[in-house]
């Protein structure tokens, strides 16, 4: 891939926050709230859509179309969120209580829907399809989900543009070290483990996951997220070199 196509990306960051800026500055001006659904839904797709055209744009061997990447964000965001909910709010009614570590198990586990039956029921099998798909899947979830905490920030602000940013920017600009370098890792070494039978280091690579997102949701400190940002994305890139490996073997 030419160097100058490897930085589209960089394009669509740049093009995406241009909207943004021009959207809500519209909105301000003409005090008109219909503005508010798209700068909501810029704020929260702009950063997720550029970082799976970044891990795209890498030198991986892919086999996965476009077309599946979409819609692997698409339903794997519609389908992980729905599900997530529907099982933390029954775990709450039952149990009363619901500690970070449950939320983190099956939010991890509801991304994971759409690329189980990606690589179960498709043709796409090299393990760098699952980098790409897990990574497409943790986006969507990771979009729609800052755009229900925008809208409730927005609603429990009595319509403070400032509160709202504050949300968009902070879940925007981490949403790669979050849920999409959680399910990007995950889904690469479900990949693997479909081609090399090594379920057992799957299992693992899902707890770590599992860790990182409960730790995620239980520290509230910018030091403390900046410190799992680092290792969720050193854990993705260490799992993304792995699938070059297992393509060879």
Excluded: C
């Amino acid at each position: 891939m030419p160097p100058v196509a490897r930085l589209g990306w960089l394009g669509a960051l740049t093009i995406g926050i241009a909207l943004f800026v021009v959207d809500e500055r519209v909105m301000v001006d003409t005090a008109n709230p219909n503005f508010v659904p798209s700068v909501i839904l810029l704020g929260a797709a702009v950063v997720p859509v550029a970082f799976v055209l970044f891990v795209a744009e890498r030198r991986l061997p892919y086999d996965v179309p476009a077309g599946v990447v979409f819609t692997a964000a698409l339903l794997g965001g519609v389908i992980g969120t729905v599900t997530a909910g529907l099982l933390e709010y029954d775990t709450l009614r039952r149990l009363g209580v619901l500690p970070m570590l449950a939320v983190a198990v099956i939010e991890e586990a509801a991304k994971l829907v759409v690329p189980l039956a990606i690589v179960v029921f498709t043709r796409y099998r090299r393990p760098a399809d699952g980098v790409l798909v897990g990574v497409a899947s943790g986006a969507g979830f990771a979009a729609l989900e800052t755009m229900g905490y925008a809208f409730v920030a927005l609603v429990r602000s009595h319509g403070s543009l400032i509160t709202l940013d504050n949300v968009l920017l902070l879940r925007g600009l981490l949403a790669p070290a979050g849920h999409m370098a959680w399910t990007g890792a995950t889904a690469a070494a479900l990949w693997i483990a479909f081609r090399t039978g090594r379920w057992l280091r799957f299992g693992l690579v899902f707890v770590l996951a599992v860790v990182l997102h409960a730790a995620w949701d239980s520290i509230g400190t910018l030091t403390g997220y900046a410190l799992i940002a680092t290792v969720s994305l050193l854990f993705l890139g260490a799992l993304t070199h792995r699938t070059a490996t297992a393509t060879a073997q």
